[in-house]
C-alpha cells in the first residue's frame, strides 16, 4: 500500500473516533446538567417544605389587666373604661393591637370627686390633646390609645356622657336638653351647668 493512502486512511479512522468521542462528550455534559437541573429542583423542593412546615410567629401577648392604685388617675380612668360594656366594641389600635382606640375627647372636670365627660370624636374632631400637640393638661392614657383633657369646662355636642371610677364602669349619658346636672358620687355632691354652649363644673356645697 502506498503512503499516501495509509495517511488518508488513519486520518479518516481518527475522524471517525473524534466523532464519537464528541458525541460522547454532548451525551455526558447533558446527563450532568439534567442531574444538576433535578437537583437544584429538588433543593428548592426541600427548602420550601421546610418552610411551610415552620411554626406561624406567635401573636403579640397583651399583658393582663390589674388593678390600678388610687393614686394613678390615668390607670383608674383606664381601668374604668375598659371595663365597661361599651369599650369591648371600640376598634383595636393600628400601631399597638393590645389597645383600643377612644372614640370620645374625654375632659376631666374634677379630680375629687372624679368626673370626665366625653364628647363623641365624629361631632367634636378638635382637641387640645392629640399626638403632635398635647398640652399640659393632657393626661395620655396607659391602656387605650387617646388622651384625657383636665379642664372645669367643655364645648357642648350631642350624644354627651359621663363616667366616674367611684360611681363603677358605665357610661351615663348627658341628657340633651339639660341645663345642669346634680351628681352624688362618693359622698360628694357635684353640678355640671350649662351655659351657652359650654359646661361648666360648679362644686355644690
Not at 433543593?43 to 388593678?67: G, I, M, Y
Not at 383606664?78 to 393591637?97: C, F, V, Y
Not at 356622657?161 to 357635684?190: C, T
Request: aromatic residues 8%; positive net charge.
Amino acid at each position: 500500500m502506498k503512503i499516501p493512502q495509509i495517511k488518508n486512511l488513519i486520518a479518516c479512522v481518527s475522524q471517525k473516533y473524534s466523532s464519537h468521542g464528541l458525541l460522547l462528550l454532548a451525551l455526558c455534559l447533558g446527563f450532568a446538567l439534567s442531574g444538576c437541573s433535578r437537583f437544584e429542583f429538588n433543593q428548592a423542593k426541600s427548602n420550601a417544605e421546610k418552610l411551610l412546615k415552620q411554626p406561624a410567629p406567635a401573636e403579640k401577648t397583651c399583658p393582663t389587666d390589674s388593678s390600678a392604685p388610687a393614686s394613678d388617675l390615668v390607670a383608674r380612668l383606664d381601668d374604668t373604661l375598659l371595663k365597661t360594656k361599651e369599650s369591648k366594641t371600640w376598634p383595636r389600635s393600628e400601631n399597638d393591637r393590645c389597645k383600643r382606640q377612644i372614640p370620645y375627647h374625654f375632659t376631666v372636670v374634677s379630680v375629687s370627686p372624679t368626673i370626665v365627660i366625653g364628647a363623641p370624636a365624629k361631632s367634636s374632631p378638635s382637641s387640645r390633646c392629640s399626638t403632635n400637640n398635647a398640652a399640659i393638661n393632657c393626661l395620655r392614657s396607659k391602656k387605650l390609645t387617646g388622651y384625657y383633657d383636665v379642664d372645669t369646662k367643655l364645648t357642648h355636642t350631642p350624644g354627651l356622657v359621663w363616667f366616674s371610677p367611684e360611681h363603677g364602669p358605665r357610661l351615663f349619658d348627658v341628657p340633651a336638653h339639660a341645663n345642669s346636672i346634680y351628681l352624688m358620687i362618693g359622698g360628694q355632691s357635684a353640678r355640671l351647668k350649662r351655659k351657652g354652649d359650654q359646661w361648666i363644673f360648679v362644686r355644690k356645697h
